[in-house]
């Protein structure tokens, strides 16, 4: 099974920015830890502060992979563009979030991504990418 995660704006500060809500550890050796835990899948990872190049990695991979996992961050709550971008293509697709986002500011609470996810998980932290993971083991590719 082959799945691509795919992190949005300010991702790449993960263990940096706001620990108290996003925690202390980066998402490279997270990644790392997964490919460790998971052998059997091909587990591929792109970040971008870039809303064209999100879209273009959907696109790129929308088709050829078994799932896509999202985290777009505040693009979740912005972007019509990415919300179409998953839309348009075949693979199915996990919206993830490290923090309860209905837990928190109004404005994050609306996703222009979710309608067109099989599914969203928040709130569980990092393990939020397991559970998308396990997801794609469990269900399958619906």
Not at 65 to 74: E, L, M, R, T, W
Not at 111 to 129: D, R
Request: aromatic share 12%; proline share 3%; with cysteine.
């Amino acid at each position: 099974m082959k799945l691509q995660i795919i992190n949005g704006p300010n991702l790449n500060l993960l263990g940096k920015r706001e620990k108290s809500i996003y925690g202390d550890t980066s998402f490279e050796p997270f990644f790392s830890s997964l490919q460790q835990q998971y052998p059997q899948l091909q587990l591929e990872y792109f970040q971008s502060n870039w809303e064209g190049a999100i879209i273009d990695k959907i696109h790129a991979t929308g088709y050829e992979f078994d799932g896509i996992i999202i985290n777009a961050g505040a693009y979740t709550h912005t972007s019509l563009a990415i919300g179409d971008a998953i839309a348009a293509v075949t693979t199915p697709v996990v919206e993830v979030h490290i923090s309860n986002v209905h837990a928190r500011e109004a404005f994050r609470h609306h996703s222009f991504l979710a309608k067109n996810c099989v599914g969203v998980i928040a709130g569980f932290g990092l393990n939020s990418y397991k559970l998308a993971i396990e997801s794609f083991i469990t269900e399958g590719t619906k």
